[in-house]
């Protein structure tokens, strides 16, 4: 056989190998998500499965591990990632361009929320602490570097006159500081109603207890941080406490500001119609009508493609929110 044969031959075998190969996908997608501990992270692991399935042919979805919230929102404005985990009041700094993002903002959109966060304050059983007052002057995280529990802590504890020593780091690093008796606890979201899964690790070996905020200090956080939510919480045995009350905030889904209305809208659609993925992977969803509670607690403009998909299932946007 000579050259030209053998060139030949091997032309033909590539090219029906090539034709053997699927096509790749048209557009590659990052989901920001936060640290891999959180079961925020395994939720966003489940949207990038929902538009891969969705749409084979056209997006390649993987999720990124963060920050979280401002990490996100940043890395949005730089193109880095195309959605992003967020929480509304953070958003609604971003966009306005308001406190942290004073003079910078990112004009990122919201596609959907999905989860109410209430910021629980956790201490060690053994520190002695009662109320928040005592925690000025000792160690303590405001939450994860980076994230919006951080950034909403440090205005509320600056709100309310409080300085503690802050310790500061990744949600791993809070915990073992706390587990090494090197910090008295933090700041944490809830997943519900419920401890999340890291401050329940730590309280199975370090006793904790939650601290609620006083009449006046509820007050004085209605008045100055309207973005905040007023929580009430149940208590419990772990938590070491009754009923009790704690500030919060949505947790939700937004894009980067450059996103394309048919992006957003495919994203939107696929993760609205794929209710059992999102519970699988993050069972707070369950029974929840995540549009209209979108509708309800969103506090800083949709994008227009998730408009056009709520518009579509016979929802009314408010005007405030286009």
Known sequence: MNLRTLLSTAVVAVAGLATAVPAL??????????????????????????????????????????????????????????????????????????????????ESKLLWAYSLAPQNVVVRRDSGITELADIDGQKFGPGMRGSSTEATALEVFDLLDIEPDWVRGTNGELANAIKDDRS????????????????????????????????????????????????????????????????????????????????????TKAVMENMAEQEAAFPAVQGQNLPELTLQYATSPLHPGAIRYYEEIGLTVPDHLK
Do not use: C
């Open 25 to 106: 996908a048209e557009t590659r997608l990052a989901f920001g998500a936060t640290n891999s501990q959180s079961a925020h992270y395994a939720y966003f692991a489940a949207l990038s499965k929902i538009v891969n399935d969705a749409y084979p042919d056209t997006y390649q979805a993987s999720v990124v591990e963060t920050g979280a919230t401002v990490d996100n929102l940043k890395r949005m404005a730089r193109d880095q990632l195309d959605i992003g985990l967020i929480t509304t009041s953070t958003l609604y700094h971003a966009y306005n361009g308001v406190k942290s993002f004073d003079g910078r903002p990112v």
């Open 184 to 267: 008295e606890g933090f700041v944490k979201s809830a997943v519900g109603t419920s401890f999340d899964a890291l401050t329940t690790d730590i309280a199975a070996f370090t006793p904790l207890q939650v601290l609620g905020i006083s009449d006046e200090q509820e007050a004085a956080i209605r008045e100055t941080l309207p973005e905040l939510s007023i929580v009430e919480m149940p208590g419990g045995e772990m938590e070491n406490s009754g009923p009790y009350t704690v500030w919060g905030f949505m947790i939700g889904v937004s894009a980067r500001p450059n996103m394309d209305e048919q992006t957003a809208y495919d994203i």
